[in-house]
T-cell receptor, first 112, second 118 residues
């Protein structure tokens, strides 16, 4: 699985857009980019996944440039409840035997 | 998405005792499940892969005789922490990978079990 690098922490205020960038220079052809969210004392929760270009769902957007060596998770109009740790993972996660290897993640703190 | 449950959600035990944690896949059968451990302020660390019908595979540095894994059925995997010590106190999380098919896929995580060893 490709190694990822993302900021350790970010601060924001309610109502702002937050963009978290993840670097994955060694991404393989079959790899997908997946983001998970984790609140304290809970298991991670899937946010969004993409392979290339842009993916949007009801909670976030994922921007992936053509070279796929980085990706940006965009959270529109964050609220206090978005305070959590966000993990960027890269790999062929559809394979049943493929475990997810977590990096350090980005701790997002949203203030009022 | 699939629902994964864990039991108990938290447990406190005395040093030297054994604790069993259950992970259940409620929506679909899973031949593979994963166990993670997370210490405070740290990321999730993969401990082992639980395989239905065969032995679990452990990550380097994880003692297989201490952390016993049994994939009892296609919907249940158990992790038993034997002779627990305070340093085993942690948050244990299981996950169920997506159905086979290749490419992409969301893994489904349990809510976690907080183990405190006194």
């Amino acid at each position: 699985l490709a190694k990822t690098t993302q900021p350790i922490s970010m601060d924001s205020y309610e109502g702002q857009e937050v963009n978290i960038t993840c670097s994955h220079n060694n991404i393989a052809t079959n790899d997908y980019i997946t983001w998970y969210q984790q609140f304290p004392s809970q298991g991670p929760r899937f946010i969004i996944q993409g392979y290339k270009t842009k993916v949007t769902n009801e909670v976030a957007s994922l921007f992936i440039p053509a070279d796929r060596k980085s990706s940006t998770l965009s959270l529109p109009r964050v609220s206090l409840s978005d305070t959590a740790v966000y993990y960027c993972l890269v790999g062929d996660t559809g394979q049943a035997g493929t475990a997810l290897i977590f990096g350090k993640g980005t701790t997002l703190s949203v203030s009022s | 998405g699939a629902v994964v449950s864990q039991h108990p959600s938290w447990v406190i035990c005395k040093s030297g005792t054994s604790v069993k944690i259950e992970c259940r896949s409620l929506d679909f059968q899973a031949t593979t499940m994963f166990w993670y451990r997370q210490f405070p302020k740290q990321s999730l660390m993969l401990m082992a892969t639980s395989n239905e019908g065969s032995k679990a595979t452990y990550e380097q540095g994880v003692e297989k005789d201490k952390f016993l894994i049994n994939h009892a059925s296609l919907t249940l995997s158990t992790l038993t922490v034997t002779s627990a010590h305070p340093e085993d106190s942690s948050f244990y999380i299981c996950s169920v990978p997506p159905r086979t098919g290749g490419g992409g896929g969301e893994q489904f995580f349990g809510p976690g079990t907080r183990l405190t060893v006194l």
